[in-house]
């Protein structure tokens, strides 16, 4: 029982929740962004260069290999994707650049925030006082 009990108070940590919580809008955010890459800014980039589709763009190393008697294949192609390579820089181009602006805003925000918190410095102690007029009087 003491193991479930030392678990529990594991998985109830703030952080641990936290944690949970930022992975699941993590996975949230990711399909956004996919959805905003493959159907928003994909579409007119392939317009620009074309009409191609990234995603179709392959070079065959090795062509299938078709079994005469079924006219099936017997062995696949083999193809080097490289548009799918291009699609997922784009997307990671396109996911840190948006969590660097969340960050950096979240920063900004959490910036103000301290700086509406931060006080007045107590005023020195006798025993400062004493040292910071030493001091003066040995610069002098």
Do not use: H, W
């Not at 996919?34 to 065959?60: C, E, Q, R, Y």
């Not at 994707?81 to 181009?93: A, C, E, H, R």
């Amino acid at each position: 029982m003491k193991i479930l009990k030392e678990f529990k108070d594991f998985a109830m940590r703030g952080n641990v929740i936290d944690l949970a919580v930022g992975v699941i809008i993590g996975a949230a955010f990711g399909k956004v962004v996919g959805s905003l890459v493959n159907d928003i800014i994909m579409p007119p980039i392939g317009v620009l260069v074309g009409g191609m589709d990234f995603k179709n763009l392959a070079i065959t190393l090795r062509d299938a290999i078709m079994d005469p008697a079924t006219g099936k294949v017997a062995k696949e192609a083999v193809t080097l994707k490289y548009g799918n390579f291009i699609q997922t820089l784009v997307d990671f181009t396109i996911v840190a650049f948006a969590i660097f602006m969340m960050v950096k805003a979240v920063l900004k925000i959490s910036k103000k925030k301290t700086e509406d918190v931060q006080e007045i410095p107590p005023a020195p102690t006798k025993d400062q006082e004493l040292l910071m007029e030493i001091r003066d009087l040995l610069k002098k």
